[in-house]
């Protein structure tokens, strides 16, 4: 059975389904996106991924005139419609069918696709064995806090780590980790949780910021700064924080073990506290 999805106001099998090869977001990457959790059925941080969302468009000065509340209701009917229980929900906003010029258009009209995929994010299979992951030279824009569609240096990123027999790049720039290639990157040292601080370096993820309020409230000390590869290498743990990963622990890098090169214990716990709070909320 083919999914419903949302394209400009239309719920549409995917055959159905098209964007204009006009559209700028085809043509030029000018758009954004954002992913949202689903369990049980239900959108989960959806509010702060609305938030996001909102300070991307205004990032880039694009001009989307449906509310917050109609996105949401058609958010829950995607969801709804697919019937999916467990899984993500990708919204991608563009500025627009127009002419090919770099200039940005005079008062387009946004294009909006919502989607759902449906993906083990609670009994994810990867999390009792962990990720291994490389380092790679950071290529991409300066501007990584928005969330925007252009893709490709992660995308490639991602792939080299797969070409190389593990699952997921941790990006370097001027000899510190930046994030992975979809997810931002942390380590537990000396008693110590640590990720990068936020800046135009790192996405501003949303389920970072719900692990170090979780953390925070379980006692646990959270240090915001850059840390190094060899710092990595040495951690007692290491994981990843995104929205269709929740809390994944990552065993190694480089080839060389993380800690025991299993799953820490600190980190299993935070990805319990993550999940036991998404489904209260």
Not at 100 to 108: I, M, S
Not at 127 to 138: F, N, P, Q, R, S
Not at 257 to 280: C, D, F, K, M, Q
């Amino acid at each position: 059975m083919s999914r419903t999805v949302y394209v400009n106001g239309e719920f549409l099998d995917e055959e159905n389904a098209k964007i204009s090869v006009f559209d700028r977001g085809f043509l030029f990457a000018d758009g954004v996106y954002e992913v949202s959790s689903v369990i049980d059925g239900k959108l989960i941080d959806n509010a702060a991924h609305m938030a996001r969302l909102r300070r991307s468009l205004s990032e880039l000065r694009m001009v989307f005139a449906m509310s917050d509340e109609e996105i949401i209701a058609a958010q829950e009917e995607v969801v709804a419609r697919n019937g999916l229980v467990e899984g993500a929900l990708y919204l991608q906003v563009s500025r627009g069918v127009a002419d090919r010029d770099f200039a940005l258009p005079k008062d387009p009209k946004p294009s909006i696709v919502m989607f759902t995929q449906e993906k083990k994010l609670v009994d994810n299979p990867a999390v009792a064995k962990g990720w291994a992951v490389i380092t790679l030279e950071d290529i991409r824009w300066r501007r990584r806090d928005i969330k925007t569609v252009q893709l490709l240096a992660p995308s490639l990123a991602k792939q080299a780590a797969l070409d190389a027999g593990a699952d997921d790049a941790w990006m370097v720039e001027d000899g510190k980790i930046t994030e992975g290639t979809s997810n931002n990157a942390w380590i537990i040292k000396g008693g110590k949780i640590i990720t990068r601080q936020l800046s135009n370096d790192i996405l501003h993820g949303i389920t970072r910021k719900a692990v170090m309020r979780l953390a925070s409230e379980d006692g646990l000390v959270v240090e915001e700064r850059a840390f190094t590869e060899d710092e990595a290498m040495s951690a007692d743990e290491a994981f990843v924080t995104s929205a269709t990963t929740f809390v994944m622990p990552v065993v190694s890098i480089n080839g060389k073990g993380v800690g025991n090169g299993n799953p820490g214990s600190v980190t299993l716990r935070l990805r319990e506290l993550y999940i036991e709070e998404a489904r209260r909320s």
